[in-house]
């Protein structure tokens, strides 16, 4: 089996410009989760997988009122963590701590922390319900903790019954689908870890466990995004045997050319809980 390379889809600038289209597509589920972690202006939250700090930026707005709060943002990437002490420089009176650190192996970056937060990295994880569980016993009683997960499964179905009932066009979709999803399992991490995390945090003792799913609307962003994902893993998927890089060249000219009104390929969870 394939060794564990940690964050599988890249950690350029281009991949923090990706992680740019990725936050407008998340703009709406973000929002939800800060109103419902109640962050305060004192607060100390600590965000896992920062990278170069798109997310992190809407943190620092809802601790901006006082000057107080601090953002621990942890991750494993010194580039990215660059990338997000430049973006957040001036971004309020809330202070951002960038740690570098792997997000298994929970350390002292947690002690005092009021909220926990992570979008779109618990799926990077190997084996995240571990870390959810230790994450538990290592902050404090009362710790509000928030999540963003990706679901890359749940919607197939849909896709699947349309393209067999008259829609061969969604194809590249379908594709695209397998491909992340083949990726992800040859790495041993989770195409769908959003679709049992709640049920995770209940096991782990977690209170107040709030789940919700939201699919994402296949439009012009997130069709770029799809380009962008293949851009960056072309030689990974290749090495792997899941498509050849005129395979990846094809599949990009298929879904350039798609037309809408299109399905919903994936979706995330918004789960919040108290520790």
């Not at 998340?26 to 305060?40: C, G, I, Q």
Request: charged share 25%; aromatic share 6%; net charge negative.
């Amino acid at each position: 089996m394939p060794e564990v390379n940690g964050y599988i889809l890249g950690q350029s600038e281009r991949a923090a410009r990706r992680l740019a289209i990725q936050d407008a597509t998340f703009t709406a589920v973000s929002e939800k989760l800060l109103d419902e972690l109640v962050l305060r202006p004192n607060d100390r939250v600590v965000e896992l997988g920062c990278g170069a700090g798109s997310f992190s930026r809407r943190v620092l707005r809802r601790l901006g009122v006082g000057e107080g709060g601090v953002l621990v943002g942890v991750d494993a990437t010194a580039g990215l963590l660059d990338q997000a002490r430049a973006a957040l420089a001036g971004a309020g009176p809330a202070r951002f701590e960038p740690v570098q650190a792997d997000l298994s192996e929970l350390s002292s970056w947690l002690d005092g922390a009021d909220v926990v937060v992570a979008r779109t990295e618990l799926h990077h994880v190997p084996m995240a319900e571990f870390v959810l569980g230790q994450l538990r016993a290592r902050v404090r009683p009362g710790t509000r903790v928030g999540f963003i997960e990706p679901d890359f499964r749940t919607q197939l179905g849909r896709l699947a019954y349309l393209e067999a009932t008259g829609r061969p066009e969604l194809a590249p979709f379908q594709v695209w689908a397998i491909a992340i999803n083949t990726l992800y399992q040859a790495n041993r991490i989770s195409p769908d870890v959003g679709a049992s995390l709640a049920r995770t945090l209940e096991t782990a003792g977690y209170q107040n466990v709030r789940s919700e799913f939201t699919p994402c609307p296949s439009d012009e962003l997130t069709i770029e995004n799809k380009l962008m994902f293949y851009d960056e893993i072309r030689d990974r998927l290749a090495e792997l045997g899941i498509l050849s890089a005129e395979q990846v060249t094809e599949q990009q000219r298929l879904l350039r050319e798609l037309k809408g009104p299109l399905p919903a390929v994936w979706g995330s969870y918004r789960i919040t809980a108290v520790s």
